[in-house]
C-alpha cells in the first residue's frame, strides 16, 4: 500500500502562489498521479495529473495557464505549483496514486485564497 501525504497548503491573497506537495511512502514509478480539489459545498473534482511513463499533463480547464504538476520520481515526490491564485481556488487538495488497479489518495491539505 502506498501512503501519501500531502503539504504545502495554507493560506494565501489573490493573485498568491503556493506549490503542493505530494510526498509518497514508497515508488511512484507505476503510478500516475492526480491532483484533486473540493471546494466547500461542492464534489471532489480532478484538477491535473501526470502520467508514470511519458509525463503527460493535463489540467481542468479552470486551472490551465495557471498551475504547473512535476513529478520527481527519485524523491518519491510530485508536486502542484499553483499560480495566480483567486478565492474559486479556495478547497481541500488531495493527491491520488493510480496504478490502473488501485487507488490511493492522501490526507489532503487545505488551501484558502483571500480576496
Known amino acids: 500500500q502506498v501512503h501519501l501525504v500531502e503539504s504545502g497548503g495554507g493560506r494565501v491573497q489573490s493573485g498568491g502562489s503556493l506549490r503542493l506537495s505530494c510526498a509518497a511512502s514508497e515508488s511512484l514509478d507505476n503510478y500516475n498521479i492526480g491532483w484533486f480539489r473540493q471546494a466547500p459545498g461542492k464534489d471532489k473534482e480532478g484538477i491535473s495529473c501526470i502520467g508514470n511513463s511519458d509525463g503527460s499533463t493535463y489540467y481542468a480547464d479552470s486551472v490551465k495557464g495557471r498551475f504547473t504538476i512535476s513529478r520527481d520520481n527519485a524523491k518519491k515526490t510530485v508536486y502542484l505549483q499553483m499560480n495566480s491564485l483567486t478565492p474559486d481556488d479556495t478547497g481541500d487538495y488531495y493527491c491520488?496514486?493510480?496504478?490502473?488497479?488501485?487507488?490511493?489518495w492522501g490526507q489532503g491539505t487545505q488551501v484558502t485564497v483571500s480576496s
Open positions: 491520488r496514486a493510480n496504478s490502473g488497479v488501485q487507488f490511493y
